[in-house]
């Protein structure tokens, strides 16, 4: 015969098991569910595909929050807008810096809005999943949306997505590339090159008859001035002249070796009266004959 369950104990471990569950989930959660939270809200008027509920809110690619709503804006408020509205928050702690009052965070995003900060969607590598990620800009460079509703919270204006504008850039490129008519620009370059080669071909057998009939030209004014020159009076003088000065020079030669013989003579007759005076200086001075030579001493 089978025993009962007991639904009361079986109702008790149940509610033991669930609460264990959730007091693990606050532990190794790092108490996230209790920890402060600011909420905001941004628009885009591209797709968001990839961004889901629970995406990291980062800034400057660091977490700091996680998004929490995602929608069309005419669902939320009355308007006909074709905005995406995305609902975000933030912990205040991940910042450094506690925000006692909702005003201040305002005041705080204010300023930061004020120098170009700007709400972006990205994606997390090639798996397509995306997340919110708050980057500076140029303050002018992506305006406020024109909105004819009052936000719920505070609105954070937005930037185009990384990938939306990567694949703005190649449609871009596509299309100026498909409308590129190659076939013409060959057929014009070839032509091109065509009537440049028979131009080319044209100038230089022009430029070469030319430069040769100066050459020419040239050498004949050489020889003109040349057979002037060698005609003229002065030239044939100066051939004279030459010659006489050459004559002359020849026949000085002739007797030049006996000038240098009596030039060694005379030399050879100086050097002795110098030494007869270095010895002898009376005799040189008073004319006294210089004494006999002692042979008996010399020996």
Known sequence: MSRKPNYF???????????????????????????????????FEQSVQGLSVGA??????????????????????????????????????????????YKEFEERAEALIEKGFRLQLSSQGVTGVAFLNGEFFKPDEYTRYEVNWKPEYFY?????????????SVT??????????????????QNLLEVLTKSVEEAR???LSQDLQGTILEFKKVGNNLD???????????????????????R??????????????????LRQFLNTAKSYPSWVLFGNQPPPANLDEEK
């Open 56 to 101: 990291p809110v980062k800034i400057l690619g660091v977490d700091v929050g996680a998004v929490s709503e995602i929608s069309f804006v005419r669902s939320v408020y009355k308007s006909d807008s074709p905005y995406i509205l995305v609902r975000g928050f933030y912990y205040p702690d991940t910042l450094g810096k506690h925000i006692d009052t």
């Open 172 to 189: 871009e490129l596509t299309r100026s590339i498909n409308e590129i008519n190659f076939k013409q620009i060959a057929d014009d370059v």
């Open 252 to 269: 000085a030669s002739v007797g030049l070796p006996e000038t240098i013989e009596n030039l060694s003579v005379v030399s050879e007759d």
């Open 9 to 43: 104990k079986v109702g008790i471990f149940v509610i033991v098991g669930l609460v264990a569950v959730t007091i693990g989930i606050i532990i190794f959660g790092g108490g996230k569910y209790f920890r402060d939270k600011i909420y905001f809200e941004t628009y």
């Open 205 to 207: 057998i022009a430029t």
């Open 228 to 250: 002037a020159l060698l005609g003229s009076k002065e030239t044939k003088q100066s051939v004279k002249d030459l010659t006489v000065a050459l004559e002359n020079l020849r």
């Open 156 to 168: 954070i204006p937005s930037a185009p997505s990384t990938i939306t504008t990567i694949t703005d």
